[in-house]
C-alpha cells in the first residue's frame, strides 16, 4: 500500500434532497411538516451522522475530501433505505412518526409490496425528495453544498431571539449534551465541560457559561455565523424566519416548490390547516403535549410580534445577568433589522 493514500467516494443516485435547518425550539417540525405534504416529498427525518460529519470538518478534524465522501455514502444508502422505508420511526405519537406524513396511505403500499428492485426502482423514476431535519448546521453546511451541488434545497429557518422558549429548550439541552446516549452530537471537551460541536468560535466562552449563557451564546454563534454563509453568494440557501412563516407560509412554500418543479396540491393546504397558518399570533400553534412538556402554552390573547417580542424582552431581564441581557437585546436588534422590518 501506498505511504500516503486517499480513498473517496462519489454520489450514484441524483435525487434531490431538502435540508430544513434551524434553532432548536425554532419551528422546524411545523415547517417540516408543511414541506413533506409536497408531492413527492418524503417524510422528514433527523440523521445526527450529517451533522456530526459537518462538525468533524468545521473542526478541522477530517478534510473535505473526507467530508463529501461520508456524505456520499449517507446520502446514496438514504436514498436506497428510504425506497424500502427502513430506519424509519413507527411510533404513532411522535413528530417524525411516518404515521405523521400527510399522504401515509403511499407509505402504507410502500410497507405492503416485497419487493425491494420494483420499489427502489419507482422511487428513482419518481424522483422521489429526501428531506432531511438540521439542528444549526448552517454555518457549518460547506461539506453538504459540496456533495449535493444542485440537487441541494438548503433551507434556513431563523427565529428571533427573546423567544422564552427556545432559550428554554436551549438551556435544558445545553445540559444533556455529552452526558447521555439519546442524542448524536459530538463536542470539545474543555476541562470536563462538553461544548456541542456546532460551536466554533466561542468555545472557552461557553465552557465557562450556566445553561442560560449557553443557550445565548448558541444563539450568536447561529444567528451570525450563519449570517455569512447566507450572505456568502456561492451558498444557495431559502432563508426563512419564524416570525413571517406563520403569516406567510405561502410566500415560501412557493419558492420550494419552484425549486423542485412540484405544484402545490390540495394536500399542502390540508397540512396548513393542521399546523394553523397562516395564525392569528406567533404562538398560535396547534395543541401538542410534546410541546407543551417543552414549555410552549396556548396564548390566551394574539399579540402583535412587536409586543410580543418586548414582553419577552421584559421577562428575560428578571433572571438574566445584565451583561447577558445586553447580549441578547443586540441580537434582537440586528434580528429585526435583518428579517422583520415592517410586518
Not at 427502489?120 to 431535519?133: G, T, Y
Not at 403569516?247 to 420550494?256: A, G, N, S
Amino acid at each position: 500500500m501506498p505511504k500516503e493514500s486517499q480513498l473517496s467516494r462519489e454520489s450514484f443516485l441524483q435525487n434531490k434532497i431538502i435540508f430544513v435547518d434551524g434553532f432548536i425550539g425554532g419551528g422546524k417540525t411545523l415547517f417540516s411538516q408543511i414541506i413533506s405534504s409536497l408531492d413527492r416529498v418524503e417524510m422528514w427525518v433527523h440523521r445526527p451522522l450529517v451533522e456530526q460529519v459537518c462538525g468533524l470538518y468545521s473542526h478541522k478534524n477530517i478534510d473535505m475530501n473526507t467530508a463529501v465522501s461520508l456524505l456520499n455514502c449517507c446520502f446514496d444508502n438514504e436514498i436506497y433505505n428510504q425506497s424500502l422505508l427502513r430506519d424509519q420511526n413507527f411510533r404513532p405519537y411522535d413528530h417524525s412518526s411516518v404515521f405523521k406524513y400527510p399522504t401515509k396511505q403511499d407509505y402504507i403500499h410502500r410497507m405492503s409490496n416485497s419487493n425491494d428492485q420494483e420499489l427502489f426502482i419507482k422511487f428513482i423514476n419518481d424522483k422521489r425528495v429526501l428531506h432531511f431535519m438540521s439542528h444549526g448546521i448552517t454555518a457549518l453546511s460547506a461539506p453538504i453544498f459540496e456533495s449535493l451541488g444542485d440537487r441541494l434545497i438548503f433551507c434556513r429557518l431563523t427565529r428571533c431571539p427573546s423567544s422564552i422558549y427556545m432559550l428554554n429548550h436551549l438551556a435544558r439541552w445545553s445540559k444533556r449534551w455529552g452526558k447521555e446516549s439519546r442524542n448524536g452530537m459530538m463536542y470539545n471537551d474543555i476541562k470536563g465541560q462538553k461544548v456541542p460541536h456546532f460551536i466554533v468560535n466561542r468555545i472557552e466562552d461557553y465552557a465557562k457559561a450556566d445553561e442560560y449563557e449557553r443557550a445565548i451564546i448558541m444563539l450568536e454563534e447561529w444567528l451570525e455565523e450563519g449570517n455569512k454563509i447566507k450572505d456568502d453568494k456561492k451558498f444557495n440557501i431559502i432563508e426563512i424566519p419564524f416570525e413571517r412563516l406563520v403569516f406567510e407560509p405561502m410566500k415560501y412554500m412557493k419558492q420550494i416548490s419552484s425549486q423542485l418543479n412540484i405544484k402545490i396540491s390540495k394536500s399542502v393546504f390540508k397540512e396548513m390547516k393542521k399546523q394553523k397558518v397562516p395564525r392569528k399570533s406567533l404562538d398560535d400553534a396547534p395543541d401538542s403535549s410534546i410541546f407543551e412538556n417543552y414549555g410552549w402554552k396556548k396564548p390566551t390573547k394574539h399579540l402583535s410580534v412587536e409586543d410580543q417580542i418586548a414582553n419577552e424582552i421584559k421577562e428575560m431581564r428578571s433572571y438574566l445577568k445584565p451583561n447577558m441581557m445586553k447580549r441578547v437585546e443586540i441580537l434582537v436588534e440586528n434580528y429585526s433589522a435583518r428579517h422583520l422590518g415592517k410586518l
